[in-house]
């Protein structure tokens, strides 16, 4: 009866701490979240000082924190998510910097080489390059991946144009 007893007790000590240990982890996971969080919003700001204006030229982003899904942008803007190694990044690089100079001033165009961010490319779930993902202000967002839609210039330009 006793040792019965003795196993109930070590049970009930065993489940009692590793319900502390899950409480514990629930905190930890409750304080990524919240850094998390103030990460993106302190983010929305540097999106601003990261891109600068619309000024007819491809921002090449260099910063894998600057840039992040849900983040406010003030104009349209393209993300170009991109490899050195990509034949079919290559054929859409020289219609990508066409649109910069066609649509400046009023949409902003951002080059992003997954193999230097891939935290970001990570962000925006890219599976594949060439990856174009259109942000509007009001926080939707469009994907292209691949050129079939993109390519020739006159379809690129139309999208951008039907996102004004």
Known sequence: ??????????AALALTACGKTQKAVTETENAT????TQAAAQSV???????GEATGSVVDLTNDEAFRPGVKVETLTVLDFNAT????????????????KTFAGKVRFVSVDID???ETAAAYDVQ???????????????RYVGTQELLPAENF?????ENL
């Open 1 to 10: 009866m006793k040792k019965n007893f003795l196993m109930i007790a070590i």
């Open 85 to 100: 190694w990509c034949g079919p990044c290559k054929m859409l690089h020289p219609v990508f910097e066409a649109a910069a």
């Open 116 to 118: 230097n961010l891939p």
């Open 157 to 161: 330009d139309k999208i951008i144009s």
């Open 33 to 36: 979240v919240e850094a998390e």
């Open 128 to 142: 594949a390059v060439p990856t174009v993902v259109l942000i509007r202000p009001d926080g939707t967002t469009k």
């Open 45 to 51: 700001t540097n999106v601003n000082e990261v891109l």
